[in-house]
């Protein structure tokens, strides 16, 4: 049962990945009801630290 969740969450990320890395996707996000936010300014309890320590990729 646990295989068959994670081939469907695998599935469902394999299916938006493009959509959520797209020039649209902010506007994806909020026609899928998510609301339109920039990292000058998140909104409340959002941690930019966090963002920061994320590795870079080399690309």
Do not use: C, N, Y
Not at 9 to 37: M, N, S, Y
Not at 49 to 59: H, M
């Amino acid at each position: 049962m646990v295989q068959r969740a994670v081939e469907s969450h695998t599935q469902w990320v394999e299916r938006l990945h493009p959509r959520l890395t797209a020039p649209d996707a902010a506007d994806f996000v909020v026609a899928a009801g998510g609301k339109r936010r920039s990292l000058s300014d998140p909104g409340p309890g959002v941690d930019l630290d966090w963002f920061r320590k994320i590795p870079q990729s080399d690309e």
